[in-house]
């Protein structure tokens, strides 16, 4: 019997394992270690836990066969004869189809250069052509011939270590703008005629990466905050308004109610009366008497 010849294709994106792999395939997760290994342990997406059986000099190592249950992250932890603290590793699995992207999602720095790549997963398999069709603006093919130095639109250009005849179908914007967001198509043409396709989400941090709901959401919120602001500043001027003419009202009702409740005693606290009286009719008067 012949080797089995395995389909499913390795990458490794900052650090985290990336395993690409058909339906039903059998794949062994691996994680390596630079130092003699004591012992490994896997845990699968869903949180189970698997012991490794093959635990080799610095390698261990899990077999599945690949299902849509086995996709996202993986996650082994290692311990070494040498350090107690263990060692963790990340593994991402995808079940994939004869194309696919490196990395499904890509996250760049505004104004950064950026690359989006798709491979073939059966191996190194030539490609025909690469196509890219971006969220916003049109579809454009590349290869090769097209590098730093003549981009297209002045943006795109195929990366120098990527290849078409080893199956790569990838672009680098120069430049990665607000409209580059969004999600990516790339075809990649076989020999027999056919064209597969994969997609690619990008993301954009720093400058213009605010979201349309985002903005809305800001927006409503500014003017949903000024509104309220408006109101309570209404109702306090009224309020203030409202108890200043009622203040003047009391006080003129008071002076009234005054005025009216004796108004004898308040004419004659406006108006002294004097009486003066004559000494010489008070003489006259003593001495008529018997």
Known sequence: MGAVKLSFRIFDNDGVQNILAFKNEAVPIQCQADMPISYCGFVHPSGKRFSSSSVTNAKCEVKINASDADVGEWKCHIGVQSVRVEMMKKIEVRVVGEVAAVQANVTSLHGKPVTLACVTTKGLVPLSYCRFEPPNGSPFSIDASVNATNPILNKYYFPANKSLDRGDCAVTIRKVRYEDVGQW??????????????????????????STASVTGITLGGILVAGIIGILGYVAWKRRWVLGSRREEVEEIEVQEMGQQNPEATAQRRVPVITVQSPSTTGRSESTSP
Do not use: K, N, S
């Open 185 to 210: 198509t790339c075809g990649a043409g076989f020999d027999d005629g056919q064209e597969h396709i994969a997609q690619i989400t990008v993301e954009v941090e720093g400058l213009y990466t605010m």
